[in-house]
C-alpha cells in the first residue's frame, strides 16, 4: 500500500519561512505525480493552495510556493503570517489513483 | 460562482448503506471531474475514488474499491457517493470537490456531510 508521508508537526515564528515535505513511498516524486497542496483549518472544507507542483491557484497569496526538493514535494511559506497556522496536506497521483499524505500541523508562534 | 451543495448530515446503523449527493451549480457539470474524499475525527484526509462526469468513467481508491459506488445524474448536475457495509470506522466528513484540469484537484469543494456509524 502507497503511504505519502509529512512532518506532523512544525512550528514557525511570525515572518519566518518554513518548507513543509511530502514523500512517496515509491521512490523520488516527480511532476508525473502531480503534487497538490491543500490548506485547512479547523471546522473548514480543505482549500486548495498549489498544484503541478509550482502552480499557485489565483486566490493563493504569493508568499506560498511549491517545489520539488530532495526527491520530495515540498511547500514553501516564506514571510509567514499568523493566519497560516492550519493543517497542510499534499496529494499525489499514482496513476488514476490519488493519495493524501498525513498532514502538517503548522503553529505559528 | 462555482457551488458544490452536499446533502446533510445522516445516522446509519452498522452494516447499511450510505448515499451522498453532491449537487454542483455555475458550471458545465460534465466540464469538472468530482472527486471524493473523507476525514474521521480528527484525523487526515482519506481519497476515496472519482468520476469523469463526462462519461461516467469511475476510479477508487484501493481501501475502498469493494465498497464505494460513485454515480452521477447528468440531468440534475448532482453525483453521488455510495458507501455499503458501514462501520463505527466510517464515521466521518464525506467531501465533494472538482477537478477541472489534468492533475489539478480540489478547485472547489462542497461543504461536508457528517455520517455517523453507531448502533
Known amino acids: 500500500q502507497t503511504v505519502v508521508t509529512q512532518e506532523p508537526s512544525l512550528t514557525v515564528s511570525p515572518g519566518g519561512t518554513i518548507t513543509l515535505t511530502c514523500a512517496s513511498s515509491?521512490?523520488?516524486?516527480?511532476?508525473?505525480?502531480?503534487p497538490n497542496w491543500f490548506q485547512q483549518k479547523p471546522g473548514q472544507a480543505p482549500r486548495a493552495l498549489i498544484y503541478d507542483i509550482t502552480t499557485r491557484h489565483s486566490w493563493t497569496p504569493a508568499r506560498f510556493s511549491g517545489s520539488l526538493l530532495g526527491g520530495k514535494a515540498a511547500l514553501t511559506l516564506s514571510g509567514v503570517q499568523p493566519e497560516d497556522e492550519a493543517e497542510y496536506y499534499c496529494l499525489l497521483y499514482y496513476g488514476g489513483a490519488w493519495v493524501f499524505g498525513g498532514g502538517t500541523k503548522l503553529t505559528v508562534l | 460562482q462555482v457551488q458544490l451543495v452536499q446533502s446533510g448530515a445522516d445516522v446509519k446503523k452498522p452494516g447499511a448503506s450510505v448515499r451522498v449527493s453532491c449537487k454542483a451549480s455555475g458550471y458545465t457539470f460534465t466540464s469538472h471531474n468530482i472527486h471524493w474524499m473523507r476525514q474521521a475525527p480528527g484525523q487526515r484526509l482519506e481519497w476515496m475514488g472519482w468520476m469523469h462526469t463526462g462519461n461516467g468513467d469511475t476510479q477508487y481508491s484501493q481501501k475502498f474499491q469493494d465498497r464505494v459506488t460513485i454515480t452521477r445524474d447528468t440531468s440534475a448536475s448532482t453525483a453521488y457517493m455510495e458507501l455499503s457495509s458501514l462501520t463505527s470506522e466510517d464515521t466521518a466528513v464525506y467531501y465533494c470537490a472538482t477537478q477541472e484540469v489534468y492533475g489539478r484537484v480540489g478547485d472547489y469543494w462542497g461543504q461536508g456531510t457528517l455520517v455517523t456509524v453507531s448502533s
Open positions: 515509491t521512490g523520488a516524486v516527480t511532476s508525473g505525480y502531480y
